[in-house]
């Protein structure tokens, strides 16, 4: 995929209704790496790795809305079968989200990321403690020995992923959390039917050439 290409992500709501493209601006444009965007090899993923189609999932660990929409996601992305899922952790809301975005990608080094992600997910409200992020962390079977071993041999390689993910989700004019890319289209708190669609949409353009090519 190149620059050019990312051109063709378009705003959408969850009913698929198309806004404004992402780019208003040549000089927007060039602030994007769009290789970053869809390939950092450091981002955690998962699905299909060939999938013909990937969603690029930016949340926040305190977003109630990303924790409603985290269990359609999953399950659409299971269910489908040819989706590459991509995490975009980018806590926004408070420095808790800050502290769990940190011990999720910490986990990824043992392979764990998608593990804690999920307890993070299922932790319900707002405003989550830091020491509530912790339990659940210790809950969801991960090795705390190596987690906390990783998050300090890897803390300026995390920072530097979360450094990325705010970048790109500024110079995408992202306004808030959750906020997904699907193919060509930007949407948020979407639900089962509307990930359905989007991924049905979005296959529709790619067939017609309308859509990113990777």
């Known amino acids: 995929m190149n620059r050019r290409s990312l051109l063709g992500l378009m705003a ?12 208003s601006t040549p000089v927007m444009a060039q602030t994007i790496d769009v290789k970053m965007v869809l390939h950092d090899p450091d981002t955690p993923e998962s699905g ?13 660990y305190n977003c109630p809305f990303c924790k409603a929409s985290a ?3 999953k399950r659409i992305v299971a269910e489908d079968g040819k989706v590459r899922l ?24 043992q392979g764990k990321y998608e593990l804690v992600h999920d307890a993070l997910m299922t932790i319900p409200g707002k405003q989550i403690p830091e020491g509530e992020m912790l339990d659940a962390v210790k809950r969801s079977g991960v090795d705390m020995n190596r987690l ?15 450094k ?23 949407t948020s708190t979407l639900d089962y039917d509307g990930f359905k669609q989007a991924l049905a949409e979005a296959r529709r353009r790619q067939a017609a050439g309308q859509g990113i090519a990777e």
């Open 12 to 23: 959408a709501t969850s009913s698929m209704t198309l806004l404004s493209p992402l780019f």
């Open 71 to 73: 269990p359609d996601l």
């Open 86 to 109: 991509v995490y975009k952790d980018w806590p926004i809301l408070t420095k808790a989200s800050v502290y769990g975005a940190k011990l999720a990608l910490a986990a990824k080094y």
């Open 164 to 186: 990325r993910n705010m970048d790109q989700a500024e110079a995408l004019g992202m306004q808030g959390t959750p906020t997904y890319l699907i193919g060509p289209f930007r």
């Open 148 to 162: 906390n071993a990783d998050l300090k041999t890897h803390g300026n390689d995390i920072a530097a992923i979360l």
């Open 48 to 60: 299909n790795p060939k999938g013909d189609v990937t969603i690029v999932a930016f949340t926040d």
